[in-house]
C-alpha cells in the first residue's frame, strides 16, 4: 500500500520569495512521485516527476523537487514565487503495476497564495 | 490533438436520476481513469481501464458502473444519483504504466439535489 501526506494545507509567501511545499510518502515498492498543479475552476496539469533517474527533479515554470529516500520525502522548492503560482498542489504517488494501469494516490493538496 | 475531453462540463441531477458522464482521448493511451474531488480530500479513484476490454474498481466504486467503449471512449454511468456524489469528476489516461504521466481532462462538476 501507498500514502502520501503533505504537511501544510494553505502555504502563503509573497511574490519574489521561496515557495516550500512539503510531501511524505510510503510505499512498499520503489515509488513514481507526481507533483501536479490545478489552478482554479481547471484540470490538473503535470509540473515534474521522479521515476528512479536523477535525485532532484526540475520541472516547469522553475519548480523543482527532491526524492530524498532517507527522508521519504518530495518536497516541492520554487526560488522566487509569481502571483501565476498561486493555485493548488498535489503531491502523487503511483503504485504498483495494475496491467498497464497506473494507480495513483494523491495527497489532500496544499494552497499556494502568492501576496504583492 | 486536443488531449482528454469530457462532457458535460457541468450537470445538475436530482437524486434518483441516472446520466453518463463520457470520456474521450487521442492520444492512442492505452489506460483511461476516473476520478472524483472533493474538498480537502484530494483525487479518488473510482474506476480504471488498464487496456481496451478491461476494467476495475478503484479506491470508491460504490454507486458507479463504467463501460470502456473502445480504445479512445471511457463513460463513467451513476445509475440513481444521491447527494453524496455531488462531486468534480475528472477522467485521466496513461500510455503504459507506473511512472507514466497522467494526462487529465478538464472535468464535470456535478450537483446532486
Known amino acids: 500500500a501507498q500514502s502520501v501526506t503533505q504537511l501544510d494545507s494553505h502555504v502563503s509567501v509573497s511574490e519574489g520569495t521561496p515557495v516550500l511545499l512539503r510531501c511524505n510518502y510510503s510505499?512498499?515498492?520503489?515509488?513514481?512521485l507526481f507533483w501536479y498543479v490545478q489552478h482554479p475552476n481547471k484540470g490538473l496539469q503535470l509540473l515534474l516527476k521522479?521515476?528512479?533517474?536523477?535525485?532532484l527533479v526540475k520541472g516547469i515554470n522553475g519548480f523543482e523537487a527532491e526524492f530524498k529516500k532517507s527522508e521519504t520525502s518530495f518536497h516541492l522548492t520554487k526560488p522566487s514565487a509569481h502571483m501565476s503560482d498561486a493555485a493548488e498542489y498535489f503531491c502523487v504517488v503511483s503504485g504498483p503495476r495494475a496491467g498497464t494501469a497506473s494507480k495513483l494516490t494523491f495527497g489532500t493538496g496544499t494552497r499556494l497564495q502568492v501576496t504583492l | 490533438n486536443a488531449g482528454v475531453t469530457q462532457t458535460p462540463k457541468f450537470q445538475v441531477l436530482k437524486t434518483g436520476q441516472s446520466m453518463t458522464l463520457q470520456c474521450a482521448q487521442d492520444m492512442n493511451h492505452n489506460s483511461m481513469y476516473w476520478y472524483r474531488q472533493d474538498p480537502g480530500m484530494g483525487l479518488r479513484l473510482i474506476y480504471y481501464s488498464a487496456s481496451e476490454g478491461t476494467t476495475d474498481k478503484g479506491e470508491v466504486p460504490n454507486g458507479y458502473n463504467v463501460s470502456r467503449l473502445n480504445k479512445r471512449e471511457f463513460s463513467l454511468r451513476l445509475e440513481s444519483a444521491a447527494p453524496s456524489q455531488t462531486s468534480v469528476y475528472f477522467c485521466?489516461?496513461?500510455?503504459?504504466?507506473?511512472?507514466?504521466?497522467?494526462?487529465f481532462g478538464p472535468g464535470t462538476r456535478l450537483t446532486v439535489l
Open positions: 510505499s512498499s515498492y520503489s515509488p513514481s
Open positions: 521522479y521515476t528512479s533517474a536523477a535525485t
Open positions: 485521466a489516461s496513461t500510455k503504459r504504466g507506473p511512472g507514466d504521466t497522467q494526462y
